[in-house]
């Protein structure tokens, strides 16, 4: 099974709002990442975590702010975004960060 | 960094019709990734090539690892509608503080013309 879940499939907020995507996969793969990314362009790396530590943030804003619970989870919480965010956001895992990685579905995330 | 360059970076083809397309780059790859990604929705891997010479089929889709480690292509044969979208091509980084980021070329759009 090469399978990563993500939700919410699509997100609305507003620009005080808090909100959180979630991201799930059961094949022991042991690092996770997220990325952003904009119409008709490549995936954006965000953040990398291996064996559950922040290894990798490309320098990304801290209103987006991740946080890896187990082996298995990985969240970004989301605050005070800005309309410039709105994108498809997606989680992607790999055996370890040498290796080819699998995504997860996406979240539109929509910025009001 | 490390930069890939993908071409073309869009197709229009008919029903039928073979597809190429492939990535260069100016350092060496040690894994060559080709994804395929539908309009939102994330990308989904079609093939991993992990040795230079290596030529790997996947159905209708065939991609080689360059010999110079430095290029890889992906063929898509006889085409049918469900094979539009974006396709990727995609690298690990091998070393420095980018050790294990993947580098994407600027993909090709795929539209099939039935």
């Known amino acids: 099974d090469t399978e990563v879940t993500q939700t919410p499939k699509h997100l609305v907020m507003g620009m005080t709002n808090k909100k959180s995507l979630k991201c799930e996969q059961h094949?022991?793969?042991?690092?996770m990442y997220w990325y952003k990314q904009k119409a008709k362009k490549p995936p954006e790396l965000m953040f990398v975590?291996?064996?559950?530590?922040?290894?990798i943030n490309e320098s990304v804003p801290s209103r987006f702010s991740p946080e890896c619970p187990n082996s298995s989870l990985l969240n970004l919480h989301l605050h005070a975004l800005q309309p410039e965010d709105s994108a498809l956001y997606l989680c992607?895992?790999?055996?370890?960060?040498?290796?080819?990685?699998?995504f997860g579905p996406g979240t539109r995330l929509t910025v009001t | 960094g490390q930069q890939l360059n993908q071409s073309p970076q869009s197709m229009f083809i008919q029903e039928g019709e073979d597809v190429s397309m492939n990535c260069t780059s100016s350092?060496?790859?040690?894994?060559w990734l080709w994804y395929k990604q539908d309009p939102g929705e994330g990308p989904v891997l079609l093939i991993a090539?992990?040795?230079?010479?290596e030529l790997t089929s996947n159905g209708r889709l065939t991609a080689q690892f360059g010999i110079t480690r430095k290029d890889s292509f992906l063929n898509i044969s006889a085409s049918i509608p469900s094979d539009v979208g974006i396709y990727f091509c995609?690298?690990?980084?091998?070393?420095?503080?980018?050790?294990?980021?993947?580098?994407f070329g600027q993909g090709t759009i795929l539209t099939v013309h039935p």
């Open positions: 094949m022991g793969h042991r690092a």
């Open positions: 090539l992990y040795k230079a010479g």
């Open positions: 350092s060496i790859f040690n894994t």
């Open positions: 995609a690298g690990p980084n091998a070393g420095g503080t980018s050790y294990g980021k993947l580098t």
């Open positions: 992607a895992s790999s055996h370890a960060t040498m290796n080819e990685q699998y």
């Open positions: 975590y291996s064996y559950e530590k922040l290894s």
